[in-house]
């Protein structure tokens, strides 16, 4: 099966882990046929667009589901290091996503640079993908560009 252009934000990072936006209930049954074992969702369970029951469709499907909901206008430390946990402990293939894939991507930023040791150019190429805490237009920046700077 390839990748789905229709979810929104897909992006693959590598064959361990995919990324995208919000994903509707028919694409539990896609992820898994793409062989993704754990998803993790950084979208508060109220936001616009998530997608209801996410962890009982997960379970149906036979997919590990870990929920960390990252507020938009206050991401910090203890959101990061529940991700990298997460991250690491959890089966894989591994399927990220929020509803627009900013917050995952800030997030797949920050552990390629801090845990995996990539170059900061290939990590920050990978999040500017989706888009840039630092140049882009969304109202809540100023946190997100705290945040990617790090501890």
């Known amino acids: ?7 929104t934000a897909w992006l693959r990072i590598d064959a361990r882990t995919t990324t995208s936006g919000k994903i509707a209930a028919g694409d539990v049954e896609r992820l898994s046929a793409l062989g993704v074992r754990h998803v993790i969702n950084l979208a508060l369970p109220d936001s616009d667009g998530a997608l209801q029951g996410e962890a009982e469709l997960m379970a ?16 910090d430390d203890t959101h990061f290091d529940a ?7 959890g089966a894989t293939p591994v399927h990220v996503h929020c ?3 900013m917050r995952v991507s800030a997030l797949v ?10 170059a900061e150019p ?11 805490p ?6 809540t920046l100023k946190p997100w560009a705290k945040f990617i700077e790090g501890r």
């Open 60 to 75: 149906a499907a036979g997919l590990a589901y870990t929920h960390i909901p990252v507020p938009f206008d206050l991401p």
């Open 134 to 139: 630092d140049t882009g237009d969304h109202p």
């Open 109 to 118: 930023y920050r552990y390629h640079r801090d845990v995996k040791g990539m």
């Open 99 to 101: 509803i627009a894939n």
């Open 83 to 89: 991700f990298v946990a997460a991250y690491d402990a």
């Open 1 to 7: 099966m390839n990748d789905p252009d229709d979810i």
């Open 122 to 132: 290939e990590a920050r190429a990978l999040m500017e993908k989706i888009w840039s």
